[in-house]
C-alpha cells in the first residue's frame, strides 16, 4: 500500500483472503490476488483520480482470522 500512498492515493483498504490451510500454502503469505481501483481491475497506465479507493486483496494465513 505504501506504493499507492507515494502516488498520491489516500482511499486504500487491504483485505487478507485467509485462505492458506497448510504449511506448503504459505510460501503464497502476503501474495497479491488483485488490485482494483474504483471497484474495477486496475489497468497498466490508466490515470485513476488520487482519492479513488484502491483494495488490495492478497493472500495470508487462515489461522491468523481474529474474530
Do not use: W
Not at 485467509?18 to 490476488?33: F, G, H, I, P, W
Not at 483520480?49 to 483494495?55: F, L, Q, Y
Amino acid at each position: 500500500s505504501d506504493v499507492y500512498k507515494r502516488q498520491g492515493f489516500d482511499n486504500i483498504e487491504c483485505l487478507p483472503l485467509y485462505d492458506l490451510k497448510s504449511t506448503a500454502d504459505m510460501k503464497r503469505q502476503d501474495e497479491v490476488e488483485q488490485i482494483t481501483i474504483g471497484g474495477k481491475s486496475m489497468e497498466s497506465g490508466k490515470k485513476y483520480p488520487p482519492d479513488a479507493k484502491v483494495i488490495i486483496t492478497y493472500h495470508s494465513a487462515e489461522n491468523k482470522r481474529i474474530f
